[in-house]
């Protein structure tokens, strides 16, 4: 089962999630992935925020309503994520990981 921090079951719903990856490739054609966090830049308030890449790792552009609702979705789809966290989203594997895990292993 997948994992947001290496530790004990992010999202128990593998379907859940197999769903959410289909319907984001959908909505936001060519990424493979969805970066999520609170810490929209644009904004002095924590704001769902989203960045999409393609499979070479560009940014794909999103409108602010498309940003918003796949982060909405994303971090609702795990209610006990860290919220200070900023999270990728796979959408060929379904898999939500912690974006700054290669950072904390560095220290």
């Known amino acids: ?3 947001a921090d290496g530790g004990s079951p992010a ?11 289909v ?3 959908d909505m936001v054609p ?4 969805i970066r999520v966090s609170l810490h ?3 904004q002095p308030w924590p704001h769902p925020h989203a960045i999409a890449k393609d499979a070479v790792g560009e940014t794909i552009d999103l ?3 498309t940003a918003r609702v796949a ?3 994303i971090l609702r789809a795990w209610p006990d994520l860290d919220r200070s966290r900023t999270y990728t ?7 939500l990981t912690r974006s700054d895990l290669a950072a904390d292993r560095g220290r």
């Not at 999202?11 to 990856?21: I, W, Y």
């Not at 989203?89 to 898999?95: C, I, N, V």
């Open 1 to 3: 089962m997948h994992t």
């Open 11 to 21: 999202c128990p719903d593998a379907a859940r999630q197999q769903r959410l990856a």
């Open 23 to 25: 319907q984001l490739a």
């Open 30 to 33: 060519g990424a493979t992935a």
């Open 40 to 42: 929209d830049p644009g």
């Open 63 to 65: 409108n602010r309503t």
């Open 71 to 73: 982060a909405r979705w």
């Open 89 to 95: 989203f796979d959408l060929a594997t379904a898999a």
